[in-house]
C-alpha cells in the first residue's frame, strides 16, 4: 500500500510493503534541517505535535543522544497510552535512530531510522523507515491508525515550524 496526501505545503508518502516488515515514510517540510531535527529532539517541541490532534503527550524520560533513552504517555477520551525505547544514533540535523516499543504490546520492539536531506530554499525532506519485529506487528500497528496519527502530527509540525 502507498498513499498520499497533497496540501499546499506538503506530500506525504506511507509505503507498506506487502509481505515486508516496514513502514517507510517520506514528507517535505518547509523548514530547515536543523529546525525539523530540533522538532524530533526537543521534548517540549515534540510533545506538541506527536501524533493525532485528540491525543495530548507527557515526557516521562527524554536523553536525546546517542546511547539515551527516552519514555512518554499519549492521553486521549479512551485513555492512557505508554512508549519508551532508546536513542541508538543522534547525528545533529541528519539522521535519529531509535528503538520504539509500545507498553500495550512489550515483546514487539520496532527499529526506526529518520533521515533528514536538505532540499534547499529553507525545506527538509524527512525519510524515516520502522522495521518491525513481524508481519503481525507491522498490520497490527497500520489497523491501530498509525497513518491518521502521522499525518496529523505531521501537519502540526509543519505548522509549528511556520510560527517559529
Request: proline content about 3%.
Amino acid at each position: 500500500m502507498t498513499t498520499t496526501n497533497d496540501t499546499d505545503y506538503s506530500t506525504l508518502q506511507l509505503d507498506v510493503p506487502e509481505g515486508i516488515q516496514t513502514v517507510s515514510i517520506t514528507r517535505d517540510f518547509a523548514a530547515t534541517p536543523d529546525k525539523v531535527f530540533r522538532a524530533h529532539i526537543d521534548p517540549e517541541l515534540f510533545v506538541k505535535w506527536c501524533g493525532p490532534d485528540s491525543i495530548t503527550n507527557t515526557i516521562r524520560e527524554w536523553d536525546a543522544q546517542t546511547g539515551g533513552k527516552w519514555s512518554y504517555v499519549s492521553t486521549d477520551d479512551d485513555g492512557e497510552y505508554g512508549f519508551f525505547g532508546s536513542f541508538h544514533e543522534v547525528r545533529e540535523n541528519e539522521r535519529i535512530v531509535q528503538t520504539f516499543t509500545f507498553e500495550g504490546f512489550p515483546d514487539a520492539v520496532n527499529l526506526e531510522i529518520l533521515t533528514l536531506t536538505d532540499l534547499g530554499d529553507g525545506r527538509t525532506r524527512l525519510q524515516s523507515t520502522s522495521v518491525f519485529d513481524s508481519l503481525e506487528s507491522r498490520d497490527g500497528m497500520v489497523a491501530s491508525g498509525m497513518e491518521h496519527g502521522i499525518r496529523e502530527g505531521y501537519d502540526k509540525l509543519e505548522k509549528m515550524l511556520a510560527e517559529g
